[in-house]
């Protein structure tokens, strides 16, 4: 008689199928989500460290030319510093805040005013050529231009609404006139803002530094405070903050000119006084911001509310300055 031998299987039930499976996609659903916000998180701290970088070059070189400004000391009239805010908003987009193009000129020592040293023979003519050129005029300072413009930096040309064949960026640029043309056409004049004209046309050609939309420099000016002494002959001083280039709503008409004898701010005139300090900020654009920017420019998306827009895609830098007293 032959053994029978029951047959016993052992397998998965349904419903046990059914837990594994509900158990498994939500592990899954998480893994992704926590791979979701990682991604987005590496984005914001990649954009952050690109926008710092760029705001560090602009404030860095911002602040030594204004470390080195250079006027003359004296009751002169001549003026040696403007600072103002343009009216023309150089074609940016109606659908967003745009700032208004900011300027500011002065004279400074600029430690960038010859052209490097090349092994090409023609450049090294150059830099002979550039290098006499500076030479042959009394001492070394130059005049230094700051702008903010929006314009393609590719093309060259200033934005235009609905143009889908220009990619304009919120642009700092900074020029640097040689001391030659400096002592010629710019040093010793009661209207320096008027002799810079011919240069504003150039201005366009020294780019710096690009995504930034917002520049904001505030003044402090040391004044005297009546009349001197009669005892000590000194005289008692006082200080006031004054914001001559400001890019937000409501900055226009803000003027800032300093000559010898006097300086004149906002339609306030501070006899024999003197800056102090200077307070640099700058707003720069992420690169998800000029993305956005760029689409509300072309018509593809409603453009957000400026509020929101400036606290999810902007990030703000400054630096206090200390400058030079008159020589």
Same mark, same amino acid.
């Given at each position: ?52 970088? *760029? ?11 204004? #470390? ?5 000391? !004296? ?13 023309? %908003?150089? !074609? ?73 064949? %220009? ?32 240069? #504003? ?12 939309? #917002? ?35 409501? !900055? ?16 306030? %005139? ?18 998800? !911001?000029?993305?956005?920017? #760029? ?20 990030? *703000? ?11």
């Amino acid at each position: 008689m032959k053994a029978q031998f029951s047959k016993i299987r052992h397998g998965f039930t349904l419903v046990e199928l059914i837990t594994a499976m509900a158990i498994t996609s939500i592990l899954v659903l998480a893994i992704m989500q926590l791979t979701n916000q990682g991604i987005a998180l590496w984005k914001v701290v990649q954009q952050d460290v690109s926008t710092a970088a *760029s705001s560090r070059v602009a404030l860095q070189i911002m602040s030594r030319d204004m #470390e080195s400004f250079q006027m003359a000391g !004296g009751n002169n009239k001549y003026q040696w510093m403007y600072a103002k805010i343009n009216s023309d %908003t150089s !074609g940016a987009p109606k659908s967003l805040p745009i700032p208004k193009s900011a300027q500011c000129v002065f004279f400074a020592c600029a430690p960038d005013r010859n052209p490097s040293v090349s092994s090409s023979s023609s450049l090294r003519s150059n830099y002979r050529d550039a290098r006499a050129h500076n030479m042959e005029t009394q001492g070394d300072v130059n005049t230094i231009g700051y702008r903010l413009m929006y314009r393609d930096q590719i093309l060259n040309l200033p934005g235009r609404e609905g143009d889908e064949n %220009t990619f304009p960026l919120f642009s700092l640029y900074r020029q640097v006139i040689s001391p030659r043309e400096t002592y010629e056409q710019l040093l010793g004049k009661e209207n320096m803002e008027q002799a810079y004209v011919p240069y #504003e046309d150039k201005e366009e050609e020294n780019f710096l530094c690009e995504n930034i939309v #917002e520049l904001s420099i505030i003044f402090t000016i040391q004044y005297p405070k009546g009349d001197a002494n009669a005892k000590t002959g000194r005289a008692s001083y006082e200080t006031v903050t004054v914001p001559v280039i400001s890019s937000r709503k409501g !900055g226009s008409g803000r003027h800032l000119a300093v000559y010898g004898d006097r300086i004149e701010a906002n339609g306030q %005139t501070y006899e024999n006084a003197r800056i102090q300090s200077a307070n640099l900020s700058i707003t720069v654009l992420t690169e998800e !911001g000029v993305a956005l920017a #760029e689409q509300v420019r072309r018509g593809r998306r409603r453009a957000p509310k400026p509020a929101d827009f400036f606290a999810r895609y902007t990030r *703000s830098f400054s630096r206090l300055v200390a400058l030079p007293q008159p020589l």
